[in-house]
């Protein structure tokens, strides 16, 4: 049975006991401070996949690279490529980690598609020592 209270709705969820005990001391560890928190986010997470699973669905997201900064060549291909999705490529942040090590973060906002495969490019060129494409949402359809 569903009771609607201002805009959120009410519904029963069945689970066995050894689950929903050990669910409740993950989000408590998390510090949820109810299930019905924890249960809007996952299910905000699952949307979100959703959104991304979607190729030509507009989703929000940054892109994380970690890389050496004496690699030749490798900082003239990383703006190459920004200049090239520079629709797709909101904002970059270079930090310079120590000597020989950058860190950047590129925002990105586009077709999910198009940001995966800048992300596998950019990840997977020589130098580049770790990479990372978190992904989020605009969230103009999350609630
Ligand atoms: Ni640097």
Not at 45 to 53: D, K
Not at 57 to 73: K, P, S
């Amino acid at each position: 049975m569903r009771r609607s209270r201002g805009k959120l709705t009410r519904f029963g969820v069945s689970m066995e006991a050894p689950l929903l005990e050990r669910f409740d001391r993950a989000i408590r560890g998390k510090g949820y401070r109810t299930r019905s928190e924890a249960i809007r986010d996952i299910a905000r997470n699952y949307l979100v996949g959703e959104e991304w699973a979607g190729d030509e669905r507009e989703v929000a997201g940054t892109i994380t690279l970690v890389y050496g900064q004496h690699v030749h060549g490798l900082a003239d291909v990383l703006t190459a490529m920004q200049h090239e999705h520079h629709r797709l490529v909101l904002s970059a942040t270079h930090i310079h980690l120590d000597r020989d090590n950058c860190l950047e973060v590129l925002v990105v906002r586009g077709a999910a598609l198009e940001a995966k495969r800048l992300a596998d490019r950019l990840i997977s060129l020589k130098g580049v020592k770790h990479g990372r494409l978190t992904m989020t949402s605009t969230g103009r359809e999350l609630a």
